[in-house]
């Protein structure tokens, strides 16, 4: 164990140091999750959009390229713990800001919930191939205890021990991720036909936004390493780097995963819509029986890398709107020691805990099944928030006589693009699963906008919230 630094001739410990940008990168880089996106993609692409599936991962990237840089515009003019939520504040104030609290919030308490409840998925593969009955409520419940108390216990160290262990934790599947895939994939066979498909007569625009929600799914919530703006160094320049390079790294990995796993997703969709995993299908194919329980293991260790994360994130939020008065204010508390939000971090630990059982008490469903009940909110909530940084880039735009014309046009992308995403999402009313998805996640978005908008009006007259809290560091 290390000793801790003091400040020469005192004894108050030093503040910890800022993040290097090499860092945050890799912190925001194991967000991705691009572990489990590399080994399933592809089966899923073509199980939901199989009319064309390269067209859907073009426009997934194209549009989040757009939203790179519109997030990178406000990057380099504010730096803040809040992300999104400092944009927000900063450049439109009151409601645009409080929108995307709202938005954020419900974001980031369901985004813990799927991703623990991942975790407990691969969790218990691994106990049941050591013997261990782990398929029990009761079991089920102690493993996400586990997972939610490691990885609170690890964001508590501190940001420069979140990105260390989630780097180790996270990076260290993908060669062999890969190399299941590949070679799974090249006995399988690689069909091309597949992966340039478009049959225009079999287009239908609403799966196909289906499927433009599920290849995006990887990608929502890429901005979050903007939290750790006011924790790393120079970020006014680093950040948008690291945006960039967040969304460049997810290119050849959805391509890799598309070229190698297409054929997964149409030869053994039976096998995968009764849970089996595509990486599992592809590891019997390629005659890796042997790496079944390695695989488990390590794909564990990279959801628990998207836990800490996403954890990391989701405090630095709940930080910043415990800071303003959105939420109760000893959630702004930081550790002199470390520099993280301890009670916010303890939060997001128990969120990881208890919603996953709230969903099973609420679905009839196991702690486990989480994921599938909460993923596909997810994807529709960050769209209202980049809708929102959207309109409000426009708007500053506008307001500055400044030529921001690529910034100007992304914005409208962005805005275009996520408008008929939802739009199409919701057409159908509450007739599938898919429409009623959308119409919860903005119904959800507008009760809770209402709740912290009446808050606003009653604490801001007894000053209660303020605004100029905001954690903006020039």
């Not at 196909?208 to 703006?229: M, R």
């Not at 309109?391 to 008929?420: K, M």
């Amino acid at each position: 164990m290390t000793q801790e630094k003091v400040d020469p001739g005192t004894d108050t410990a030093l503040p910890p140091k800022k993040l290097r940008p090499i860092q945050a990168l890799v912190l925001g880089l194991v967000g991705m999750g691009y572990g489990d996106l590399l080994a399933t993609l592809g089966a899923y692409l073509m199980i939901f959009t199989p009319n064309a599936p390269l067209l859907t991962l073009a426009i997934v990237f194209l549009v989040i390229l757009a939203v790179a840089q519109v997030v990178a515009f406000f990057a380099k003019r504010y730096v803040g713990r809040g992300g999104l939520l400092t944009y927000a504040f900063n450049a439109g104030g009151t409601v645009p800001g409080v929108l995307t609290g709202a938005t954020l919030l419900i974001g980031n308490v369901l985004l813990v919930a799927v991703v623990v409840a991942n975790c407990a998925i691969y969790a218990i593969s691994v106990f049941v191939h050591f013997g261990v009955p782990a398929a029990s409520p009761i079991m089920q419940t102690a493993v996400l205890a586990g997972i939610g108390i490691v990885s609170t216990l690890i964001c508590l160290r501190g940001l420069r021990s979140a990105a260390d262990a989630g780097g180790i934790l996270g990076l260290i599947c993908l060669p062999f991720v890969a190399w299941v895939l590949i070679q799974g994939g090249l006995t399988m066979g690689v069909d091309w036909g597949l992966i340039f498909n478009f049959d225009l007569t079999a287009f239908d625009p609403s799966i196909f936004v289906v499927g433009l929600v599920i290849a995006g799914s990887s990608y929502f919530g890429f901005e979050q390493v903007t939290t750790l703006a006011a924790d790393t160094e120079s970020p006014k320049r680093s950040i948008p780097l690291i945006l960039f390079g967040c969304v460049a790294v997810g290119a050849p990995v959805m391509l890799l995963s598309l070229v190698f796993g297409a054929r997964t997703g149409i030869l053994h969709v039976d096998a995968i819509e009764a849970g089996e995993s595509p990486l599992a299908i592809l590891a019997n194919a390629a005659g890796l029986h042997w790496l079944a329980v390695p695989l488990d293991v390590m794909v564990l260790a990279s959801s628990l890398a998207l836990l800490i994360a996403v954890q990391t994130y989701g405090s630095q939020l709940i930080s910043t709107m415990g800071e303003v008065g959105l939420l109760p204010r000893r959630l702004s508390h930081r550790s002199n020691r470390r520099n993280v939000p301890v009670a916010a971090i303890v939060t997001t630990g128990v969120i990881a805990i208890v919603a996953p059982m709230l969903v099973a008490l609420i679905s009839g469903g196991s702690p486990v099944d989480t994921a599938i009940y909460l993923n596909q909110p997810i994807g529709y909530l960050w769209a209202i928030a980049y809708i929102v940084i959207g309109v409000l880039a426009l708007w500053v735009i506008a307001r500055t006589s400044g030529r921001h014309w690529l910034t100007a046009s992304c914005a409208l992308v962005v805005v275009i693009g996520f408008v008929v995403i939802l739009a199409f999402s919701m057409k159908d009313g509450f007739s599938t699963m898919f429409a009623a998805e959308a119409w919860i996640a903005v119904i959800s978005v507008a009760l809770l906008f209402t709740m912290f908008w009446i808050l606003h009006v009653i604490r801001s007259k007894t000053g209660h919230i303020d605004m100029t809290r905001m954690d903006e560091v020039e």
